[in-house]
């Protein structure tokens, strides 16, 4: 990847909260996994972590260096029911472009 192209499309997954949705683009992807995480009853550790890594300003150049080097990035939030994980994903071939993005009606 070059500097400023980012990486896309991705997928996201918030486990035991939604299923994963395909996004063309990193940003948008953070953006609509910020949008849902932040309307969780996350404990204040957890909010600010997350606010962090995916809304702050270079948070897209954090996570496409995180997906460079792991491949994959997963992260564990606690919710009452117990934990689970954010997971960003390059591109998935199981989810095409009719996945439903997070947050998104049924």
């Known amino acids: 990847m ?3 192209r980012g990486i896309g499309p991705v997928t996201v997954e918030l486990t035991g909260v939604a299923p994963p949705a395909w996004f063309a683009e990193l940003a948008d992807a953070l953006a ?3 949008g849902a995480m932040k309307l969780l009853p996350l404990d204040n550790a957890n909010y600010c972590a997350f606010e962090l890594m995916l809304a702050r300003p270079g948070a897209v150049a954090y996570m496409t260096e ?3 080097c792991d491949g994959a990035v997963g992260l564990t939030f606690v919710l009452p029911d117990g934990p689970h994980r954010l997971w960003v994903r390059p591109d998935c071939a199981d989810c095409g472009s009719s996945a439903r993005a997070l947050g998104s009606a049924e």
């Open 66 to 68: 995180r997906l460079e």
């Open 2 to 4: 070059g500097p400023g």
């Open 32 to 34: 609509a996994a910020w």
